[in-house]
């Protein structure tokens, strides 16, 4: 499919990245467990993840929340940190392409390379 000749420069378009990710997560072999076994309202956590993403790529303030306390439980590591990862430049690629859309992939290596730091420290710390 070919990109669309559009970038990721408002709200809806976020929206419809988001949807589109998470419905390949939910689907997906790996990861989509994790998620369909932690999250019991999806259109909350879809809205939240739109509100997350609108702000981080389009300084729009309407996130408020700690992310990272909620994975650290999960039990994953690398292995779905980079499927994650993945599927989201995937569906990025797919559906827009420009500025924002290079953008938001960065920043979503950043966060999930992060993410998986921490959680791999803390697991070390535990083991002692």
Known sequence: MKPLESDID???KV???VYSFYNQVRED???GH???STISDWESHLQNMVSFWSSILLDEGSYRGQPFPKHMKLGIDQRHFDRWLSLFHHTVDTHFQGVNAEEIKKRASTIGAI?????EMLRKEQKG
């Open 34 to 36: 994790v998620f369909n």
């Open 29 to 31: 072999d790996l990861i």
């Open 10 to 12: 408002s709200r809806e």
């Open 15 to 17: 929206e419809h990245l």
């Open 115 to 119: 993410f998986s730091m921490k959680i």
